[in-house]
């Protein structure tokens, strides 16, 4: 069975840091195109970055370019998002979801399997 598990979100000041973890089970990563998504109230669902299978490509949306990045660790079947630099704008339930298009893209629609999501927040 194909599952996706977000964890690390909470309450952050702004300007600190969170990493957010997306493990999988059913599936090896590694095979697939992973992106992280994001929801604030109100909005819809958007891209905030992704990663190509095996290791290639990496895109990020403009609005978190040089502060996200997100990476693989194979050994642990999980893909993480390191964010620094926090905003009060990046409040939002964060998901992960996997495709097998590469390169990756961060158009919502394209991705078929998603995580339950978690919570961020960031607030004084």
């Known amino acids: 069975q194909v599952q996706l598990v977000e964890s690390g979100g909470g309450l952050v000041q702004p300007g600190g840091s969170l990493r957010l973890s997306c493990a999988a089970s059913?599936?090896?990563?590694?095979?697939?195109?992973i992106g992280w998504f994001r929801q604030a109230p109100g909005k819809e669902r958007e891209g905030v970055s992704c990663?190509?299978?095996?290791?290639?490509?990496?895109h990020y949306a403009d609005s978190v370019k040089g502060r996200f990045t997100i990476s693989r660790d194979n050994a642990k079947n999980t893909v993480y998002l390191q964010m620094n630099s926090l905003r009060p704008e990046d409040t939002a339930v964060y998901y992960c979801?996997?495709?097998?298009?590469?390169?990756?893209?961060?158009?919502?629609?394209?991705?078929?399997?998603w995580g339950q999501g978690t919570q961020d927040t960031v607030s004084s």
């Open positions: 990663i190509s299978n095996s290791d290639g490509p990496t």
């Open positions: 059913g599936f090896t990563m590694d095979y697939y195109t």
């Open positions: 979801a996997r495709d097998r298009l590469v390169p990756c893209t961060l158009i919502v629609s394209i991705y078929d399997d």
